[in-house]
């Protein structure tokens, strides 16, 4: 699979002799593929991403895979920040308001084993803009679908049901942080971004159910 190689000005070497460990997806949030084709590629916007996937399957490379991108801003994954430096960005051509369009999601499964075995990044280091920077960023939202690429190894699987837990604050703080979201966050923001990756549909305070998808993620340190 060939990108039509559309470069941006925005990128630079990335930072203490790193490589990429992560796969950082996002939506675009903007009226078109075009459009935001354009802000990433525009110098005074000073944002960019490696790729973008259009809706109808269109992909765009902007950055070479080898630099970094400006694409993840303020986070943390694991306790290690400069998230971009770290990570591989993808932009996907979405307004947050409706799902992803089947060709984007296909172009992106053909996407995402290239990049990880580059680089030898695990399905666990596949994550999205709201895991690693809690309250600032919600995408790619709950209407991506992580499931679907956790089936075919693209993306951390859930947890396995272990019984019930003391929904306790503190004790999900440290499940969640040991499942690599060490953002500083408030109690309900950093629910609600655990949320958003593993259970989109569910509401109200914490509970025992939110433990779960977490279940063996809190041993990827």
């Known amino acids: ?14 930072r203490d002799g790193l490589t ?11 009226e078109s593929a075009e459009a935001a084709l354009e802000r990433l590629c525009d110098p005074q ?14 992909l765009w490379q902007m950055v070479d895979e080898a630099n970094r991108a400006w694409h993840a801003g303020a986070g943390s994954w694991h306790g290690k ?3 971009n430096s770290r990570s591989v960005g993808i932009e996907l051509d979405n307004s947050s308001t409706h799902p992803f369009a ?9 996407l995402l084993p290239q990049i990880m075995t580059r680089w030898g990044i ?18 790619p939202g ?14 951390a699987r859930n947890g396995h049901d272990a019984g019930p837990v003391d ?19 408030a109690d309900d923001t950093l629910l609600h971004a655990v949320r958003l990756r593993f259970r989109p549909w569910a509401t109200g305070p914490l509970s025992s159910e939110d433990f779960t998808p977490l279940g063996h993620a809190a041993l990827w340190t």
């Open 1 to 14: 699979m060939q990108p039509v190689w559309h470069p941006s000005p925005n990128f630079g070497p990335r």
């Open 20 to 30: 990429p460990s992560l796969i950082v997806i996002h939506y675009t949030a903007m």
């Open 45 to 58: 916007a000073e944002v960019s991403s490696h790729y973008l996937i259009g809706m109808d399957g269109h």
């Open 81 to 83: 920040d400069d998230i």
């Open 102 to 110: 089947e060709p984007q999601m296909a172009v992106l499964e053909r």
């Open 122 to 139: 695990p399905p666990e280091g596949v994550i999205g803009h709201s895991d690693m920077a809690p309250g600032r960023k919600f995408d």
């Open 142 to 155: 709950p209407r991506f679908d992580w499931a679907r690429l956790a089936r075919q190894g693209l993306a």
């Open 167 to 185: 929904p306790d604050s503190e004790l999900f703080r440290q499940v969640a942080c040991g499942a690599g979201y060490s953002a500083m966050a």
